[in-house]
């Protein structure tokens, strides 16, 4: 439930922690979401700021970066659907949209961002499943990535061990599901 900054000298090696910023809150699942859970921290293609999908508050946190000093500072969050989970966030190619993959209902959230203001604003939610799929015992998302050309998304269903596909229509960054390609993990 805490991000920290540490700079990197220039021999490679770093140093003591410039910034720690402790999450607070919980959210509405008592079994995993009872506490702050940052699960990864993505800086921005603006380099200005840094995003932490929380899982335990339901929130993607956004800290302003000083890059020069490594410090960040906390700047703001936006709310995804209570009980979504936020896991892993890609930023589109454009460095004005991104997306949050949602561990624990299985969607996928797409943003508007701002690098001026340092905001993200959520436009679209949708799963990552195929419709028509209701035992989701066991299922949970983790990674999610943007095709360099910025036309698809893909995120991984555990469980369901699937990759959920999306086109990223080029003018709005909506997604439109593609399906979800069986992975052909199992033995």
């Known amino acids: ?17 410039a910034s720690f910023i ?34 335990g508050l339901d929130k993607v946190l956004v800290h302003a970066l000083d890059p020069a000093r490594a410090i960040l500072r906390p700047h703001g969050a936006t709310a995804v659907a209570a009980g979504a989970g936020p896991r ?57 990535a943007v095709h360099p050309s910025g036309k698809f998304l893909y995120g991984s269903n555990r469980g369901h061990d699937t990759i959920a596909m999306y086109a990223i229509e080029p003018d709005s960054a909506r997604l439109r599901f593609l399906g979800a390609e069986p992975i052909r993990g199992k033995v």
């Not at 439930?1 to 922690?17: C, E, H, R």
């Open 1 to 17: 439930g805490s991000v920290a900054s540490l700079p990197v000298a220039k021999d490679g090696s770093l140093g003591a922690a």
């Open 22 to 55: 402790q999450h607070t809150g919980s959210s509405v699942n008592p079994s995993r979401q009872k506490e702050p859970h940052a699960h990864g921290i993505y800086i921005s293609p603006d380099g200005h700021h840094a995003l932490v999908p929380d899982l």
């Open 88 to 144: 892993h966030f890609a930023f589109h190619p454009d460095g004005r949209h991104g997306y949050c993959i949602n561990e624990l209902d299985l969607t996928v959230t797409a943003f508007r961002y701002d690098p001026s203001a340092g905001t993200l604003e959520a436009f679209q939610t949708l799963s990552t499943l195929p419709d028509g799929t209701t035992d989701r015992t066991g299922f949970s998302t983790a990674e999610i």
